[in-house]
């Protein structure tokens, strides 16, 4: 039998529904080794995959915790949006059977390593699937950021914030900031501001290797820095954030159900041309 980690936050009621229903069929099929949520994590011991039972935020969560121990997930949406799972809860067990079967493929995702300095010293380290955000959280003025790659002062942003994304978060909250959709199979930093005071500033895409610093010079606005929308630092005067990609990779479960490009038109309304009459 195969061995499974189930990660779910049950105290969600749709999710504790979806779990009523899962569970029975997965402890006759498979065996489930260990189950942890948002307040608990993983041992380590031996598993061949988790099952990531929630919206995209439980996804993120579960690449911070799992993607270490190089632990694939297969998501089973109960959230409202779902982009980054094929399965749903009404046929969760037909994709679970698939993939218990051994019909799947396991492709990687890249993620970031996202360094939080202060004063000469490492206060907080963190992964990241989708994206790295520096912000503003009172005064509704604009930022002065410094953005630099390898050493070099690439610009000064004068704008609302700076998103650095994966691939993945590419069509996350740097889509929204106008930043490009990059294929998730992809290494690559995706740098997007946010409603740049400038008609110059656009978003780069670089390569994987370089390091990304980014240096906050006002504030008066309380800037901060939020991890996949979930990891929250307010920033001190003098703080920098350094962003590299980070040497584990997410493992995500694919059946092929549905493709990308298929999510992108589904899930994003990206309907091609426009729809002209008759």
């Not at 809860?89 to 698939?98: I, P, R, T």
């Not at 630099?148 to 704008?159: H, I, N, P, Q, S």
């Not at 590419?170 to 409603?195: K, M, N, R």
């Not at 997410?250 to 298929?262: K, N, P, Y």
Request: with cysteine.
């Amino acid at each position: 039998m195969k061995k499974v980690v189930i990660l779910a936050n049950s105290s969600k009621p749709a999710v504790a529904a979806a779990m009523g229903k899962l569970d029975p069929w997965l402890r006759e099929h498979a065996q489930i080794v260990a189950r942890i949520d948002e307040k608990t994590d993983w041992d380590g011991r031996p598993a061949d995959f988790a099952v990531v039972v929630g919206g995209d935020g439980t996804v993120l969560l579960a690449a911070r915790k799992l993607a270490r121990f190089g632990l694939p997930i297969l998501p089973v949406n109960v959230g409202k949006f779902g982009f980054l799972s094929e399965a749903t809860a009404e046929d969760a067990q037909a994709v679970l059977a698939e993939v218990l079967a051994g019909r799947f493929q396991v492709q990687q995702r890249m993620m970031l390593h996202c360094t939080l300095q202060r004063d000469g010293k490492v206060i907080q380290e963190t992964p990241a699937l989708n994206d790295a955000v520096i912000s503003r959280t009172s005064l509704s003025r604009l930022m002065t950021l410094d953005f630099m790659v390898d050493g070099e002062l690439v610009t000064t942003y004068r704008a609302d914030g700076l998103v650095v994304a994966t691939p993945v978060g590419s069509t996350a909250h740097s889509l929204a900031a106008g930043g490009p959709i990059v294929y998730p199979e992809l290494d690559a930093f995706v740098i997007a501001p946010i409603c740049p005071h400038t008609l110059s500033n656009r978003p780069l895409v670089l390569p994987p290797d370089k390091t990304l610093e980014v240096r906050p010079r006002d504030y008066a606005e309380q800037p901060a820095l939020t991890v996949d929308g979930q990891v929250y630092s307010v920033l001190s005067d003098g703080d920098s954030i350094v962003i590299t990609k980070s040497k584990d990779k997410l493992r995500l479960i694919r059946t092929g159900r549905r493709t990308f490009f298929q999510t992108l038109c589904d899930k994003l309304a990206w309907s091609g041309h426009p729809q002209y009459g008759r």
